[in-house]
């Protein structure tokens, strides 16, 4: 497996090792949110993050376009400028963001 390394994935893992104040799961996390954004730009993508008071939340999310169209308006900031990944929640009908250091899994 070769691993490359942009400057979004050096900004993701530098804001996940700050807010951790830990080093030992940046890389990880980092490779999950690269992958779970994949999958949803191809679809939708089964994963858990932890949400702000500390439960599990089990999501099934897209950001792919035809999918989520009629709920794209185009305003507002990327919320990739507030070290977040914003995605289409298929259950609720809503667009939901989780922290990137808050990724616990990616199937």
Excluded at 14 to 20: D, E, L, M, Q, Y
Excluded at 56 to 69: D, K, P
Excluded at 81 to 87: D, I, Q, S
């Amino acid at each position: 497996m070769i691993i490359t390394t942009d400057n979004q994935s050096i900004t993701r893992m530098a804001v996940i090792a700050k807010r951790t104040d830990s080093e030992f799961m940046t890389g990880a996390k980092s490779m999950m949110v690269e992958s779970l954004k994949r999958q949803m730009r191809g679809g939708v993508a089964h994963f858990v993050y932890q949400k702000k008071k500390g439960e599990l939340r089990e999501a099934w999310g897209t950001t792919n376009r035809s999918l989520a169209q009629k709920h794209i308006n185009g305003n507002g900031d990327s919320r990739e400028r507030y070290a977040t990944t914003a995605y289409f929640d298929v259950e609720r009908g809503a667009w939901r963001s989780f922290r990137w250091e808050n990724i616990v899994a990616v199937y």
